[in-house]
């Protein structure tokens, strides 16, 4: 066992271009059998990704939103979304109708936009720009705050 480490450790490097020709010879025996694996083993693979999923979701969650903020994840779920136009409307009234009160916060901020330009400093902070409007009843749609992001956010908490 020790000989085989200090093996690895001297020779990383041809050990890594022997693996990649013999992927890259071997793709398709690779593929097949990786194929069949799964096939042989979905219910156990499928119960080891819950587990992670579960005992990692902060993780997860961040390295999903980097993703989703970069310029391949911006234009990756364009692509998407132009495709997709009937599913993303469908989704939305689903949720819509399921939900009474991300009905009635969807419909504040629609009438938020069209009734309320953001002008002016912040009406919490006084010191910056209004960037965001924020609706402390939903039942009321026409109430609205203006507010900066830092103040915007820390209201969230």
Do not use: F
Request: proline share 2%; glycine share 2%.
């Amino acid at each position: 066992m020790v000989y085989n480490k200090t093996y690895y450790q001297k020779n990383r490097d041809k050990i890594a271009i022997h693996g990649k020709k013999y992927r890259e010879k071997n793709k398709e025996k690779i593929s097949s059998y990786q194929k069949e694996y799964y096939q042989r083993n979905k219910e156990k693979i499928k119960k080891r990704n819950l587990k992670y999923k579960s005992s990692n979701r902060k993780r997860i969650n961040s390295i999903n939103s980097k993703y989703a903020s970069s310029e391949k994840g911006k234009e990756t779920r364009n692509k998407w979304a132009r495709g997709n136009k009937d599913k993303i409307r469908q989704y939305e009234k689903n949720c819509l109708k399921n939900n009474p009160t991300r009905l009635k916060k969807y419909r504040a901020r629609q009438v938020a936009a069209h009734r309320t330009k953001i002008e002016g400093l912040c009406q919490i902070c006084k010191k910056n720009k209004s960037q965001e409007r924020h609706h402390p009843n939903y039942n009321k749609p026409r109430e609205v705050i203006l507010l900066c992001k830092k103040c915007h956010k820390e209201l969230h908490r």
